[in-house]
């Protein structure tokens, strides 16, 4: 999975005994095993998860830190014959005549360096300065521990030479809860992924805090964090512990153990080193605040060992990455969708000064949510519905299906309705070029027996891209000549290039233009379950159930549409998963490859076909820049837009070589 960007890591919390380092050796020991087993790569244990954080002015005795470092020792060894990861481990270190609270970082069977607490608490429920010098009092720049000597110091960066984007940062439970963490620093100076040692005791809404905070510094520094918790091992004299072990990445919770479980355990998630390496290459900010830094850091490197290891990804790969899950938060999302489809739409009119607009209207779904967006828009400007003048335009390829769609929907929403018959325009087009559609003479013929001849026409037939083009900008025209016309198209398609050039293409403004098709389905299907009742919301899952087509050639015999996009240009389910994968991180199309084998789509696509379509996608992505350069204005709704003006710039003459290699492997 290191190949895909992928590094498996680990929360640790361990059975403890307080004061026994030999015995919580062992339990270390066990669970670093049970990490091997899963293929962890990265394993962090709780602050001082080889004494126990718990011991008191035990931790002045000679005794105790001399058997921490016999057990760092054999923890040491451990990593050396059986487990190929890191081991991030915290325990009690004498130097330069005092005692420091630290991590040790452990692979391949010895100490990569000991990073002490920074800050000390010493308030409330906490004395660590009682026992404790923080690090800044260090003088000494290396220690003994585990008979040798090591640096030391919170200047301290683990490099991996064999997975470039792996740089281990380590810091100390309070060292998270100050206003400037050392980890921010850690980040700034290269550090992809962040481990904290802590022992954080338990308090009525603490958790929630605690996560909050994890997510919210993951976010902050564009990395992974690792919080291991001393668990319910540690003494309860005055508190208690409860292993909330919490791993984030980028701001989002992945993985969260559940608190005051007894034994010990692993929380163990899939970080995505890509995602980290693509935003801080994006976030030019993020890079900008290197100059706070005031100290250099030393990178101390080691080589994971690259023995093949076939896990399960543990990650969820989400085949519909546009469209919110949390059942929750589905009414939110939507709401904030259609605020900020309709915000957009009301201050251009607004400054248009523009008191009606046109819109064509196909019963099909892009035309359907931007008909419904500019009804909302009209309600908050508080004009009366009227002024929005939608045409539906039937042509050679209109089925009976969407045409009364359209009516049903027109008449329910209160907009007015013109219908205008484009055949006989399109006619006359087709005769002023010179062009025989299919290859049929145009001579007496009318729009009427035209139509019924191209009903029977045999599908290899079924081809002629001016026929279609015709129609396309004979409605285009008929809107622009109506007024301030509202477009309609999607993302998807303008990914695709699935749109005519100065045709659908055009507008004076798209509500749309950031909208995937996955999430158009979606919001329509919404709308109608949580705006409408009764002919209306059926009409509306009728749209959402109608197979998708531009309807441009000529409807078949039974009646059917005569094309169906989804043929031509793949499931708009894997079409959307590879825009954003491709866009929102930068993903190689190998990695879309892996990533698609692991997403749960409704259907089962075997792998050929995946590739397959993929490559359509980057083909057609690579060669219809041109359109995409002179897009109309539009809102961006989400983390992915097109627009030329901010989010996507690309020249049109681009190769897509590259992108096609290494998607055919």
């Known amino acids: 999975m290191t190949s895909h960007g992928f590094l498996r890591v680990a929360a640790a919390t361990p059975d403890l005994v307080v004061a026994d380092p030999a015995a919580n050796a062992r339990h270390t020991i066990a669970l670093l095993a049970e990490a091997e087993t899963r293929g962890v790569n990265l394993v962090v244990f709780p602050e001082m998860g080889l004494t126990g954080y718990t011991c008191g002015d035990l931790f002045h005795t000679a005794t105790l830190p001399r058997a921490a470092d016999a057990a760092l020792a054999e923890v040491a060894a451990f990593t050396d014959r059986d487990f190929r990861g890191v081991a991030v481990v915290g325990l009690p270190v004498v130097l330069d005549g005092q005692l420091f609270n630290t991590a040790a970082v452990l692979h391949a069977g010895r100490v990569l360096g000991v990073v002490p607490k920074a800050y000390l608490p010493n308030y409330k429920e906490f004395y660590d300065a009682r026992y404790y010098s923080p690090a800044a009092n260090a003088v000494s720049k290396e220690a003994a521990v585990a008979g040798r000597r090591v640096p030391f110091g919170t200047d301290l960066l683990f490099a991996c030479e064999n997975v470039p984007d792996f740089v281990l940062g380590v810091e100390v439970c309070e060292d998270l809860w100050v206003p400037a963490p050392p980890s921010t620093f850690q980040a700034l100076a290269g550090a992809t992924v962040l481990a904290n040692l802590s022992a954080s005791n338990e308090a009525i809404g603490k958790a929630g805090y605690r996560r909050q905070l994890i997510g919210c510094q993951s976010g902050r520094c564009l990395a992974a964090y690792v919080y291991a918790a001393a668990g319910v091992g540690e003494s309860t004299t005055d508190i208690v512990f409860g292993g909330h072990n919490v791993i984030a990445e980028n701001g989002a919770v992945l993985a969260e153990a559940p608190r005051f479980r007894r034994g010990g355990h692993l929380t163990v998630a899939d970080l995505d080193l890509d995602h980290l390496r693509h935003d801080r290459v994006q976030t030019n900010t993020f890079n900008d605040s290197r100059r706070t830094l005031t100290k250099s850091f030393l990178k101390v490197a080691f080589t994971l060992d690259a023995a093949p290891r076939t896990p399960e990804l543990l990650r969820y790969v989400d085949a519909a990455p546009f469209v919110p899950k949390d059942a929750a938060t589905l009414g939110e999302r939507c709401d904030e969708i259609f605020h900020t489809q309709v915000a957009g739409l009301a201050k251009r009119l607004t400054v248009a000064n523009t008191k009606t607009v046109a819109i064509g209207v196909s019963g099909g779904l892009d035309s359907t949510l931007a008909l419904l967006v500019a009804c909302k828009t009209f309600d908050a400007l508080g004009r009366p519905r009227d002024g929005i003048r939608a045409l539906t335009m039937p042509g050679f390829g209109t089925t009976d299906r969407t045409l009364a769609n359209a009516r049903t929907l027109m008449a329910a929403l209160g907009v007015s309705v013109r219908e205008a018959d484009i055949r006989a325009m399109c006619l006359e087009q087709m005769r002023a070029l010179g062009h025989a559609p299919f290859g049929l003479p145009l001579a007496g013929e009318t729009h009427e027996t035209l139509g019924e001849k191209l009903r029977h026409l045999p599908p290899d037939r079924r081809s002629d891209l001016v026929f279609e083009n015709v129609q396309a900008r004979v409605r285009t025209s008929l809107l622009m000549n109506t007024g301030f016309v509202v477009g309609t198209g999607d993302l998807s398609e303008l990914a695709l290039g699935w749109c005519t050039y100065n045709a659908d293409h055009m507008s004076m403004y798209n509500p749309n233009v950031s909208i995937p098709k996955t999430l158009v389905k979606f919001l329509v299907a919404w709308v109608a379950d949580n705006e409408f009742d009764g002919a209306t919301r059926r009409t509306l899952h009728d749209i ?113 070589r590259a992108w096609l290699e290494a998607a055919e492997g």
Request: hydrophobic share 45%; with cysteine; aromatic share 12%.
């Open 544 to 656: 959402v159930d109608t197979e998708i087509s531009p309807e441009l050639l000529p409807v078949a015999a039974d009646g059917a549409a005569g094309q169906a996009t989804e043929a031509t240009v793949g499931p708009y389910e894997l079409v959307d998963f590879f825009l954003y994968h491709l866009l929102r991180w930068g993903a190689d199309p190998a990695k879309v490859l892996f990533l698609a084998r692991h997403a749960k789509f409704s259907r089962e696509y075997p792998p050929a076909e995946v590739k397959d379509w993929l490559v359509v996608f980057l083909r057609r992505f690579f060669a219809n820049q041109f359109k995409r350069s002179c897009l109309p204005d539009g809102p961006k709704v989400g983390s992915v837009s097109l627009s030329p003006r901010g989010d996507w710039r690309m020249p049109s003459d681009a190769a897509a």
